[in-house]
């Protein structure tokens, strides 16, 4: 893949700099990164402040809570056991006599009561969002179970993801804290923190020193303002609500959930290299490093979900909706064509000139990013505003994946 030219990276750059030009109602600050199969950056850029209100510009040092982009690197390390033989994909019982507390879980119904599950839940459900497991702010019945205490997904205490399932095992996809629950399998089949397994087999070999689930002070000083959105479209200032990892110290951080799901902060310069290398076919084209095999990332970037082809039509209500607004279709094509789940990942194309097998997810606060194997383009576009699903945001996002295929012809 050739370097964009000057006019194609100015236009990037402007429409970067556009979607932060009004302080009171665009973003308040973002970085877009885009990187080409061979690991070197096509594109780089931060634009706006690092905050709403602050003075600060944002720059591409600043670190940034990535959420559920976390998803995709607890895949990569999870696939890594699979990879070696330590875990199964498809043996329940391995997974509930490492996790007992997922032989022990019911299935929360519609009316607020619970019943027994009906078969075993397993790796490759955990991965693909079939096990079951919601989160009580992209779900209502969830949200008001567990009265009048809640769930919060975010508070770094395991008790809070011990939720019961919204649908038996296997019998539907749901969004939530299901890949949590694959990173805790991983941390008692080693016997090591999530955190630690993951800078000693992914982030130290790829050279990446930026990314943790406890950040170091350097990483602290850098870190992006978290931001809201009010109803009126208007921005405002919002506590960080990812905070434990940030104050923990000691033996506290022992006590700290390692969240698979959502627990990773990161340089978005280092995340597109963990990208990079997945298209690459699990070789870090930067470092040289093999993370995974060939044959892993196929079956990562392979449907997992066939029999649920309109999953991402199911909707997504806003059940807390200072965290999320209402999700009618998590991804829309032209013609409602089928897409897919991979083990971590949504499989999608779309609008913008993307090929079929595209990967692509999120973070709650407004981070996007995609993988395109087959033309060997990734990218990520990084924010800090709730609710999820903003509407500036979405027109970046897509703005800017349109001009990257658009300048590679």
């Known amino acids: 893949m050739g370097k964009l030219s000057p006019e194609s990276l100015q236009t990037l750059k402007q429409i970067t700099e556009d979607a932060c030009a009004d302080p009171e109602t665009g973003i308040p600050g973002t970085t877009v990164v885009v990187v080409g199969k061979d690991g070197k950056e096509l594109f780089a850029h931060a634009a706006g402040k690092r905050g709403y209100g602050s003075k600060e510009p944002m720059t591409l040092d600043n670190i940034y809570w990535i959420a559920s982009c976390t998803k995709m690197i607890t895949g990569v390390a999870v696939m890594q056991l699979v990879e070696q033989g330590k875990l199964k994909l498809d043996d329940a019982t391995q997974v509930e006599e490492l996790c007992p507390e997922l032989k022990a879980v019911k299935v929360l119904q519609k009316d607020g009561s619970l019943v027994d599950k009906k078969r075993g839940i397993t790796l490759r459900m955990l991965l693909s969002h079939t096990a079951g497991f919601g989160y009580a702010f992209f779900n209502n019945e969830l949200r ?36 949590d629950w694959a990173g805790i399998v991983l941390e008692r089949a080693t016997g090591t923190s999530l955190n630690n397994y993951m800078q000693k087999h992914i982030l130290e070999p790829l050279g990446l020193k ?66 990079a290398t997945l298209l690459n076919d699990g070789t870090s084209p930067t470092t040289g490093a093999k993370i995974l095999s060939k044959a892993t990332v196929d079956e990562m970037f392979k449907n997992q979900i066939p029999d649920f082809p309109n999953f991402a039509r199911q909707g997504i209500p806003a059940a807390k909706p200072d965290l999320t607004n209402a999700i009618p279709e998590l991804y829309p094509i032209p013609g409602d064509k089928p897409q897919g789940w991979g083990l971590t990942f949504m499989l999608t194309e779309g609008v913008t000139g993307r090929s079929k097998g595209t990967a692509q997810w999120a973070g709650l606060p407004n981070l996007w990013w995609w993988c395109d194997r087959e033309k060997g383009v990734a990218g990520i576009i990084c924010n800090q505003i709730l609710p999820f699903c903003d509407v500036k945001t979405l027109g970046l996002w897509v703005a800017i994946e349109s001009a990257v295929y658009k300048a590679l012809g």
């Open 210 to 275: 930026n990314m943790s689930m406890f950040p170091t002070e350097s990483m602290k000083k850098n870190l992006a303002y978290m931001n809201t959105r009010k109803p009126d479209g208007k921005l405002g200032r919002y506590d960080h609500i990812n905070r434990r990892p940030l104050i923990v110290e000691g033996n506290d951080i022992a006590t700290t959930l390692n969240s698979g799901g959502a627990g990773m902060f990161a340089k978005p310069q280092e995340y597109v290299q963990i990208l």
């Open 144 to 179: 008001d179970y567990n009265k009048p205490l809640g769930y919060d997904e975010f508070s770094g205490h395991l008790k809070d993801i011990i939720q019961p399932l919204v649908h038996q095992p296997g019998e539907g996809w749901e969004y939530g804290v299901n890949i």
